[in-house]
């Protein structure tokens, strides 16, 4: 178990230092979220006191990828950013958007 969680932490630190390195060269984008989208959606998806999503957040979230961010919900990912994979999986619902059939 001890060495799952060290794995897990690792790929965290890998992806986020592979998406810095990319950041400089262009803009960043994730799902087909824009940075300046992420940015507004992630009081909506951090504990302990989530926020209703912005009209920002929702805008940006309708034109991500939702079967990608959906493929991060059992991901060490979402957590090594601070956000809540439930939450995130319940963003789409609050901005009045239809999830993955899978999600």
Do not use: H, Q, W
Not at 18 to 34: D, H, P
């Amino acid at each position: 178990m001890v060495k799952m969680c060290s794995f897990n932490k690792l790929m965290t630190i890998l992806v986020v230092a592979m998406l810095v390195s990319f950041e400089g060269s262009r803009a960043f984008t994730f799902c087909n979220m824009s940075e300046d989208g992420l940015t507004a959606c992630k009081p909506s998806v951090m504990k302990p006191n989530p926020s209703d999503p912005t009209a920002e957040c929702c805008k940006d979230l309708s034109a991500a990828d939702l079967d990608c961010l959906c493929g991060y919900k059992t991901s060490p990912v979402l957590p090594g950013f601070g956000i809540d994979p439930t939450l995130a999986m319940g963003l789409p619902a609050k901005c009045g958007l239809t999830p993955p059939a899978n999600c």
